[in-house]
């Protein structure tokens, strides 16, 4: 068995904003020289998550970032968490802070369309990804 | 360390459905031989997704279906992707593509009322479950 | 390769409530004495989920609990299951059973203000979650 990780760096510019990175992970999927096995993203954030979606039109995350702001708002009446970004930590835990993809062949194993999105919601800041990949 | 791999075909009937595939990736899992480890199951689509929930009363995964599309209709006055499917791919990041499931004794380790469903948000099509088992 | 597993005993007091088990989760990872790996949590229900979120101020988790019961209010005129508690089933679904977190120097390695919440949809309950380590 072989366990390889690295850190990745993820700038953000916005307030919401979803960063490809797919080339990243698959960057650390070539160093890891695993040929079969589990690629593991970690988010350690609590104001961010990591999904899958399309890569192809941009507006298809554009519209994910819309609906989330009409579904959660950045302020309602009853939110009492002080630093007022509770909408940012309802939407990590909608979304998610884990993923797993697959690695054949010493490469990411995507669908056609797919690609892996960095999701800022409470940017711009300077953000961390987590990067395992576990096999043979 | 073992790695064992299939690939599912998943015929949908409906614009959105659940679809049990339990019993096949529990014949994935019997397929691999492993006895103990994590089953991995991917969807790689942008506009369907996998989850798990109460398989023995079929309106607990309609009721699902009905309140996602009153939580995110199919059609919204903002939604810019031209392919009109903008509800699949926000359904699709909300549920989430990947999901993992322990394997013990050769055989999925699911809590007693659990089944495996793909969520079809955008069909009828032919869609794919990639099922990954990694143990000893 | 060695893998390690336990079954952590969660009680909850309220319909809704989020109950912080990463030092539970910490424990497991210890016994297991794995130094590198991965830390999977599996929660065995389907009025139930497992969510990483910021564990300093509790406003957060009630945040998110407040927002959930808006988004997926107790009852709807369309559920059918009868049951009643098509809610929890729908939160569930949203939020996940299954994650994912990285283990490294034999212990869980989490992102500065993130911790482990078992996120109960219909207690009072008994419940369990799995616990499942893997690596070297």
Redesign the interface.
Known sequence: ?K?Y?EELAVKTTKRIEFVNITHKVEEVVKNSNIS???C?I?????TAAV????DA?P??V???I???N???PKN?S??????GN?DA??K???????????V?NKKL??????GIYFCEFDGPRYR?V?V?V???
């Open positions: 068995m366990i990780e079969n096995g589990i593991y970690f988010v350690p954030h609590t999904t899958i979606n399309e039109d507006d298809v554009n519209d994910i819309s609906k989330l009409v579904l959660v309602e009853f939110y009492n968490h002080i630093e509770s930590h309802i990590s835990s909608l979304i998610g802070v884990s993923l797993e993809v697959f054949n194993k995507l669908g056609r369309w797919q961390s987590w395992k576990l096999g043979e």
